[in-house]
């Protein structure tokens, strides 16, 4: 059964692609859930941060359900809704106020490589595979999703792994800066946990400050809205968190923030 699974852990949001049986192929529903699910997470004030993975240990995401295809983009009409219910999907880590974490183990290919490229971070275990299949499938990416590979791997591996449709593997997406870690396999669990452990425990104001002004780099300078990134900024420094870190530095001990 193709589903998408979530549940909180203490600070963290799970949301688990699920459909073994098919690597974790992505189905029309499931992309429609997804922003609903990461919504509910970033409206959800114990959640710290987000980790989007893939159920088991063979795939991530393994793309788009193809099967899916024929009837739900195989007119003109029905593309234009299958596109927009992916680019929602897409844009829902990217907007999300919390940091959102990709877990890559295995298979992360085509929609899977898509939806990791708007996720803030990636980590990825050693035995991750990835590529970009679009120019086997004989379909068009959106400026937007090419624009986001491009701003994240620069043009020349945007360039390349859209052309060739090449697999590459976790070492490689290392040195093209497509994932921020590689982690050993017997590994990654608890290093990601360690992870987001780590991400949990930092002033929750601060970080979303820290995601909407990385997310006005990206953005053509007209769109940019630095007056709410400024007006972040302060809310940190009035804050009861800030209060506290400066009392926990002092007094050498570690900081309880509370995200006010």
Not at 192 to 217: D, S
Not at 237 to 256: C, H, L, T, V
Request: aromatic share 10%; charged share 25%; glycine share 8%.
């Amino acid at each position: 059964m193709a589903e998408l699974i979530t549940r909180r852990e203490n600070a963290v949001g799970w949301v688990i692609f699920s459909n073994p049986a098919k690597l974790n192929a992505v189905s029309h529903d499931m992309w429609m859930a997804l922003p609903k699910a990461i919504a509910g997470f970033d409206a959800d004030p114990e959640v710290r941060l987000i980790v989007i993975t893939g159920d088991g240990d063979k795939a991530f995401i393994s793309g788009a359900d193809i099967s899916q295809f024929e009837k739900a983009r195989g007119s003109a009409e029905a593309q234009a809704v299958y596109n927009r219910a992916v680019v929602d999907a897409y844009e829902a880590p990217v907007f999300c106020s919390k940091p959102v974490v990709a877990k890559i183990r295995g298979i992360c290919m085509g929609g899977g490589l898509g939806l990791a490229a708007a996720c803030d971070v990636r980590i990825a275990a050693a035995d991750a595979a990835f590529r970009m299949p679009a120019g086997r499938l004989g379909l068009g990416y959106n400026y937007t999703g090419i624009k986001r590979f491009a701003q994240l791997i620069g043009p020349a591996n945007t360039a390349d792994i859209f052309f060739s449709a090449r697999k590459f593997n976790a070492t490689d997406a290392l040195g093209m800066g497509f994932v921020n870690r590689v982690v050993p396999v017997e590994d990654f669990d608890r290093e990601v946990a360690a992870y987001c452990e780590m991400v949990a425990e930092n002033a929750p104001l601060t970080l979303a400050a820290a995601k909407f002004a990385i997310r006005q780099t990206g953005m053509d300078p007209a769109a940019r809205d630095l007056e709410q990134a400024a007006r972040m900024i302060e809310t940190c420094f009035n804050s009861e968190d800030y209060r506290e870190g400066r009392r926990a530095f002092m007094q050498k001990r570690k900081p309880s923030f509370r995200g006010k």
